[in-house]
Structure formats: C-alpha cells, structure tokens
C-alpha cells in the first residue's frame, strides 16, 4: 500500500460524457501527478500540482483539466470523452516538487468509455 | 514519440536464470528512474541514478546508467518468480520540472518456476 487512494476503482461512461477522478496523496506530500497508462501510448504525464499550484504539464489534453484543493487531494476532470480516453489513470505523490523525486503510485482508475 | 526506448519489450525466462533489460534514448537525461509495476497496481520506485557511470545495486537487482547519460540497464541475478512484471525505465531531461519526466513503454519480464 503506498499511501495514495484513488477513486473510484472503476468507471463506465458513453462518449461525450464527462467524469472526474479524485485522488488524495500520501500524508504530509505536497507534490500530485497525474498519469494516462493506454496500451498503444504507455504512461504518459499529464500534469503536476504543488502545494496546489498547477507546476508542469505533460501530453495533457485541452478536454482534461485537473486542480489541487488546499487539503491538498487533487481531482482530474476528463470532458467530451472519446473512446480513446480509455485508459488507466493514475495519481502519484511526492514530498518534493523537483525532479528526481521519489513518486508513490495509487492503484488507478480504470476508465472505460463506451 | 518515446523518447526512452526500451528492449526487449517481452522476455520469459526460468526461475534461476540471469536477464538484462535494457532502455536507451538519443537525448541526456539529468536522471533517470527505474519502476516495477505488477498487473492492477501502479508503477513501484526501485531506484534513482543521476551521475553517469553510476552503478546502483539493490539485492539481486543491479541498475546502470550510462556514461553519457543517455542508457541504462537493469540485470536481475537468479531471477525468481516474484521477480514477474512491467519494468519502465523513466526520465527527465531537466532538474526543476516534471514538464519533459517520460517513461518508456515497459519491458514485460515473466520468470517461470
């Protein structure tokens, strides 16, 4: 167990939906990412908040849009969702905002657009 | 693109058998990272290299990154069925941002009894 939840575990949606995915990190991490792992593109970073400040983007998407609340959990908000956003989606956290950090993963979300 | 291109992408070897895995790229990494991930789990930190050259062991498992910076190996001594997963080498080109941090697509490792 890393310390990272995610929820929820599972989520089924139809095209053009939209969802958000929750994530708290570790107990005393200020520092939250967010990755897409597809089997075509491999785990691709999406973003990193700190201390609730937006900090990098990676290959995140226009539709996508995520944020860091001051207790520090993070959502991720996936809209106008396409077949292609299915994917598992995971959250990582860390104490330190630089690289290279020690990341701990959450177990993912399984998002499936149908 | 990958950036980090990872070989070979499938391996299947016996319990008690050595194996290499390897990850090269065209551009310097200022560090790079080494991660298991098991089937339904996410992504486990294994280690951090940052200084070309560097050799880092961990039990069997034995990292190194290139002296140019631009590879790294991964060689597992008397592999053992625990040993079974989705190795990703991950990387970043810069020190102050996760803005260019990838990972490569995986070499998936299966060790049998």
């Known amino acids: 167990d890393s310390g990272v939840t995610q929820t929820p575990k599972h989520l089924i949606t139809a095209t053009g939906q939209r969802v958000t995915l929750r994530c708290s990190p570790r107990s005393g991490d200020l520092s939250v990412y967010w990755y897409q792992q597809s089997l075509d593109q491999g785990l691709q970073f999406l973003i990193q908040?700190?201390?609730?400040?937006?900090?990098a983007k990676g290959n995140i998407l226009e539709r996508f849009s995520a944020q860091q609340f001051p207790d520090l959990h993070s959502e991720l908000n996936l809209s106008s969702l396409e077949l292609g956003d299915s994917a598992l989606y995971f959250c990582?956290?860390?104490?330190?905002?630089?690289?290279?950090?020690?990341?701990?993963f959450g177990p993912g979300t399984r998002l499936t657009v149908t | 693109t990958q950036l980090l291109e990872q070989s070979p992408q499938f391996l299947s070897i016996q319990e008690g058998e050595n194996l290499t895995v390897y990850c090269n790229s065209s551009s310097v990494f200022s560090s790079l990272q080494w991660y298991r991930q098991e089937p339904g789990e996410g992504p486990v930190l294994l280690v951090t290299?940052?200084?070309?050259?560097e050799v880092k062991k961990l039990k069997r498992l034995t990292f190194q990154f290139g002296d140019a910076r631009k590879d790294s190996s991964l060689h597992i001594t008397a592999a053992q069925p625990g040993d079974t997963g989705l190795y990703l080498c991950a990387g970043s080109m810069t020190t102050d941002s996760w803005g260019k941090f990838q990972f490569g697509a995986g070499t998936q490792v299966v060790v049998t009894p």
């Open positions: 990582a956290s860390s104490s330190s905002g630089t690289t290279p950090s020690e990341q701990y």
């Open positions: 290299v940052v200084t070309g050259g």
């Open positions: 908040y700190y201390n609730g400040e937006e900090r």
